[in-house]
C-alpha cells in the first residue's frame, strides 16, 4: 500500500488500482478532524461511503471535488455524522446537478430494507416536499435516486450482502454497532462494514467484534477500523483493538478517532488512517 498526501484535487478516475481516500476521519463528535466519510476509486468508478454533517464542508476542503461532483454514493448506517449531509448531496443533485450541469441522476448502493428505513426515518424530512412529484403528491426516494443493489450473500454466521459496482467489488458486512445492550450483529440496528475487493476490510461503526475480525484478518491486506480512546458502549476501543494478535495489529489501521489523536501513539498498530491523504492498494 502506497499512503500519498493528495496534491491538488482528488480525481475521481484512474489506471484501475483501487484507492482509498478519507475526507475526514474523525468521530460523530470531533470539532477539528471531520467525520469519518470516505471515497473509493478505480479506473471510472468511484464509490463516497458515507456523508456526514462535515461531508459538504470536508468534501471541498480535504479532496478540492464539488458534491455535484460525486455519482455514486453508499451510507453504512443512519447516525448523523454518516448521512447528515445526504440532504445537501441529493438536492444539490437534483437541483443544480442533473438540472444544470447534465449530470445523472445520483446513484445509491443500498438494499430495499435499509432504503426504506433511510427514507423514512432521515432523509424524506428534508426532500419529500420541495416540488409536487409528478403525480402531484410528494417526491420519493426514488425521485432523487437510483438505486445498485447488493445482492444477500449469506445470513450466516452473519448477514453479508455482495456488489460488484462497475469494477469495485464490496461484501457488506452486518456491524454490531447499536444499541448499546445489543449482543450481535443479528440483533443490531442497520449498520454496515464492508470488505473491498477481497482485498481491504472497512470495519464501518462496530463495537469491538473478534468474531467478525476473525472472518476477515486471514483475508485482509489491510483492516481499517474504527477507534474509541475511552470504553465505549458502542465503538471498538482502543484497548480492545490492542489485544489482537501482533499480525493483525501491523496491518489495521485506525479512523473514526477523536481530535486528540496527537497525543496518543499507538505502537504495534498500523498507525492512523489521515483524512487528505490518498491510500492506494498496487
Ligand atoms: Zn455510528
Known amino acids: 500500500m502506497r499512503i500519498e498526501p493528495l496534491e491538488g484535487k482528488l480525481s475521481l478516475t484512474n489506471d484501475g488500482t483501487l484507492e482509498l481516500f478519507f475526507i475526514g476521519v474523525g468521530t460523530a463528535f470531533a470539532k477539528v478532524l471531520y467525520q469519518n466519510n470516505f471515497i473509493l476509486v478505480k479506473g471510472d468508478t468511484h464509490i463516497l461511503v458515507d456523508f456526514g454533517m462535515t461531508g459538504p464542508v470536508a468534501l471541498r476542503t480535504v479532496s478540492g471535488l464539488d458534491v455535484t461532483d460525486i455519482s455514486t454514493v453508499l451510507p453504512t448506517h443512519s447516525h448523523a455524522d454518516h448521512i447528515g449531509g445526504m440532504e445537501c448531496l441529493a438536492l444539490m443533485n437534483r437541483y443544480v446537478g ?77 456491524t454490531n454497532h447499536v444499541p448499546d445492550l445489543s449482543p450481535d450483529a443479528r440483533h443490531a440496528f442497520i449498520s454496515y462494514g464492508m470488505y473491498v475487493d477481497q482485498r481491504v476490510f472497512i470495519s464501518g461503526d462496530t463495537k469491538f467484534d473478534p468474531y467478525l475480525i476473525d472472518m476477515y484478518a486471514d483475508i485482509s491486506e489491510y483492516m481499517f477500523h474504527d477507534c474509541s480512546f475511552i470504553p465505549s458502549p458502542v465503538h471498538a476501543s482502543l484497548a480492545e483493538l490492542n489485544t489482537l494478535p501482533d499480525e493483525i495489529k501491523q496491518k489495521t489501521y485506525l479512523m473514526h478517532y477523536p481530535d486528540t489523536w496527537e497525543n496518543q501513539p499507538v505502537p504495534g498498530l498500523g498507525g492512523y488512517a489521515k483524512q487528505g491523504y490518498r491510500y492506494i492498494f498496487d
Open 98 to 174: 442533473t438540472k444544470f450541469m447534465n449530470k445523472p441522476k445520483l446513484k445509491m448502493i443500498v438494499n430495499k430494507e435499509y432504503e426504506r428505513v433511510l427514507w423514512d426515518a432521515s432523509l424524506r424530512g428534508g426532500l419529500e416536499w420541495n416540488e409536487y412529484s409528478s403525480d402531484g403528491g410528494a417526491l420519493r426516494f426514488e425521485d432523487y435516486f437510483d438505486v445498485a443493489r447488493p445482492t444477500l450473500k449469506t445470513t450466516t454466521p452473519r448477514e453479508i450482502w455482495e456488489i460488484d459496482y462497475n469494477g469495485i467489488h464490496l461484501e457488506l458486512f452486518r
